[in-house]
C-alpha cells in the first residue's frame, strides 16, 4: 500500500485498484471544528481536481478535491453523525471517500509522505 | 481542498498592523489571522471548545482592534446628535448605550457604543470601519469639537456567567464591581492600572469590557487568565457566540445597504428623535417605522448539520426572498443557525423557508432572536 498527497492537502491510499481520499492533518488542524462533512454521491464518476466533497467547519466551508479520477464505490457514512473524526483521525477514520482509479498514471504527478512533509514545513 | 468563503472581506490592502497583546496571543498558543487591518487571534484550543467554555464560564477576548474615541468640547452634545438618532439628554453619566452611524439615505456605516464620560463622550466603533468613522466624525463635526482617538489604550472583553467572580477578585473602585448593571460602567483599578469598565459585551452573556493602557495590556491579559474561571477566546468563538446571540455583526448584517428598521434596531432610534427627526436618513426610517420595512432581518434555525453561509439566497417554494448575512453551526444548539433579511411578508416567526446552498435546498424555519437567550445582568438581578 501507499499514500500519495497533494498541493491541497488532500491524500490517497492505494491498494490494488481502489484508493481511499481523505484531507491531511495540516489541513483539518487549519480548519478547525469540523461540523459537517458533504460526501461525493455513490457510483458517480469523477475527475482528477474536481471539487468532489465539501467539509464544513464552524468558520467556513471548505472544497475537497479529488487527488484522481474514477468512480466513487464508497463513502464514509460514519462521518454523518461524527464529523469532528476528520479533525481526531484526518489520516485513519476520518477518510472521506473511496474510489476505483480510472488512470493510475494519474499518481505520478502527486507527492509522497516526505515531499508533502516538507512542502507543509514551507507554509 | 481550499476555502470556499474568505473568512474575512475586510482585507486590508497593506500589511497587518499588530496589536498590544499579539505577542501574548502567539506565547499562548493563539492561531493568528488578519482581520480588519491587524493580525489577531482567530482560535486557541478551538472554536467549539472555547465557545461551550464561554457560555459556561468566562472568556477573555482582545477587542483592541475595535476604535475607542473621545469626543469632547462645548456642543459636542447638539454635534453628536446631528450624526446618531441617540437622545443624549436621557444618557445617564457611565451607561453605554448602543447608536448607529448613519449616512443620508438611512444606511447603516457602523454600530457603536455612546457612553457619557464627566466632560465628553467616550465612543468604541468597530475595528474594521473606525478609520472610515473617523473621517465621518470630523467632516460632520464642527471644529469645536474635539476627537481624540485613544490609541494607546487596549480593550479586552471578559465574558460568561463566571466573569463577575472572576473581575470582581481584581476590580477596585469607589463601588463595587457588583454595583454595576447591564449596560453600566465605572472606572476601577486592576493591579494598580486604570481601567473603565462597563458591563457588557457580544456574546449574549454577563460579562464586562474593559478598556486600559496598552502598555500594561499583557500584564492585566495574564492576571485575568490566571483566575480558574478564565481562558483566552479567539475571534472564531467571538463570532459564533454573537451569532447565537442573535447580535449583528457589522460589514455582514449591517451594511449601507440596510436601514436600521430593516435591521430589528429599532430602540436604536431613541423616542424623542424619532418625533423630532434631525438626524441622518431620518425621512426614509420615520418612513420605514411608521408604515414597516420592505424586509427584516431574521433568525433562521436549520435542520441536519450543514450550514448555510453568507450571500446564499433565501427562497420560499420557487421565490427568492432573501439573502443569508451570517451563518454557521451553534455549537450551543448543535444545529446550524443563520440571520438573513426576508421580505417582510415572509419574517414572522414559525415561516417555513429554504436556503439554497451548493445546489441543495435546506429546509429553514423563522425564528425569534437570540437563538440562545440572552444572560445579561440587569438591575434587580441577584448579585
Redesign the interface.
Known amino acids: 500500500m501507499s499514500r500519495y498527497f497533494t498541493k491541497d492537502h488532500e491524500w490517497i491510499e492505494i491498494s490494488g485498484q481502489v484508493g481511499t481520499v481523505g484531507i491531511t492533518d495540516y489541513a483539518q488542524s487549519q480548519l478547525g471544528d469540523i461540523t459537517f462533512v458533504e460526501l461525493p454521491e455513490l457510483g458517480s464518476s469523477i475527475t482528477k481536481g474536481a471539487s468532489v466533497s465539501v467539509v464544513d467547519s464552524v468558520k467556513a466551508a471548505s472544497d475537497v478535491y479529488t487527488p484522481v479520477s474514477g468512480e466513487v464505490v464508497e463513502v464514509n457514512e460514519a462521518l454523518g453523525d461524527a464529523p469532528e473524526t476528520v479533525n481526531s483521525d484526518a489520516g485513519g477514520s476520518g477518510w472521506l471517500f473511496k474510489l476505483t482509479l480510472s488512470d493510475p498514471g494519474e499518481l505520478d504527478g502527486l507527492m509522497d509522505e516526505a515531499a508533502y512533509s516538507a512542502y507543509v514545513a514551507e507554509l | 481542498?481550499?476555502?470556499?468563503?474568505p473568512?474575512s472581506d475586510e482585507a486590508a490592502e497593506l500589511a497587518p498592523m499588530t496589536l498590544p497583546l499579539d505577542g501574548w496571543h502567539r506565547a499562548r498558543g493563539a492561531r493568528m489571522v488578519e482581520f480588519a487591518g491587524y493580525m489577531m487571534p482567530?482560535?486557541y484550543e478551538?472554536?467549539?471548545?472555547e465557545?461551550l467554555w464561554t457560555r459556561e464560564h468566562a472568556g477573555l477576548f482582545d477587542v483592541s482592534h475595535m476604535g475607542q474615541l473621545y469626543l469632547s468640547g462645548e456642543t459636542v452634545e447638539p454635534s453628536l446628535e446631528a450624526v446618531l438618532p441617540i437622545d443624549l439628554s436621557t444618557l445617564q453619566r457611565y451607561a453605554p448605550r448602543y447608536s448607529l452611524l448613519l449616512d443620508e439615505d438611512g444606511g447603516v456605516l457602523d454600530d457603536l457604543m455612546v457612553t457619557r464620560w464627566d466632560s465628553g463622550f467616550y465612543l468604541v466603533v468597530n475595528g474594521a470601519t473606525k478609520w472610515d468613522d473617523i473621517a465621518h466624525l470630523r467632516e460632520h463635526l464642527p471644529d469645536e469639537v474635539t476627537l481624540n482617538h485613544l490609541e494607546d489604550s487596549a480593550l479586552l472583553a471578559l465574558q460568561g456567567p463566571e466573569a463577575f467572580a472572576a473581575l470582581d477578585r481584581l476590580a477596585m473602585g469607589e463601588t463595587s464591581l457588583g454595583e454595576l448593571t447591564f449596560m453600566k460602567g465605572g472606572t476601577f483599578k486592576i493591579d494598580g492600572v486604570e481601567a473603565w469598565i462597563s458591563r457588557s459585551g457580544y456574546t449574549g452573556e454577563d460579562g464586562f469590557e474593559i478598556s486600559i493602557p496598552a502598555d500594561d495590556a499583557a500584564r492585566i491579559a495574564e492576571l485575568l487568565c490566571a483566575q480558574n474561571e478564565v481562558k483566552p477566546i479567539g475571534l472564531?468563538a467571538r463570532?459564533?457566540l454573537r451569532l447565537e446571540a442573535g447580535l449583528p455583526l457589522y460589514g455582514h448584517d449591517l451594511s449601507p445597504e440596510t436601514t436600521p428598521i430593516e435591521a430589528d434596531l429599532a430602540f436604536a432610534i431613541n423616542k424623542r428623535r424619532r418625533a423630532e427627526g434631525g438626524f441622518p436618513g431620518a425621512e426614509r426610517i420615520l418612513a420605514e417605522l411608521a408604515s414597516g420595512p420592505p424586509r427584516l432581518r431574521v433568525g433562521l434555525a436549520l435542520e441536519?448539520?450543514?450550514?448555510a453561509?453568507e450571500h446564499a439566497v433565501v427562497m420560499a417554494g420557487d421565490e427568492a426572498i432573501g439573502m443569508v448575512t451570517s451563518g454557521?453551526?451553534s455549537?450551543s444548539l448543535q444545529h446550524?443557525i443563520a440571520m438573513a433579511y426576508v421580505d417582510a411578508a415572509q419574517a414572522v416567526p414559525g415561516t417555513e423557508l429554504a436556503i439554497e446552498m451548493?445546489g441543495k435546498m435546506l429546509p429553514a424555519r423563522v425564528v425569534s432572536l437570540p437563538f440562545v437567550p440572552h444572560r445579561y445582568h440587569r438591575k434587580g438581578d441577584r448579585p
Open positions: 481542498m481550499n476555502e470556499i468563503e473568512e482567530v482560535q478551538g472554536i467549539i471548545a465557545h472564531g463570532d459564533s441536519g448539520r450543514m450550514a453561509r454557521g453551526f455549537p446550524p451548493r
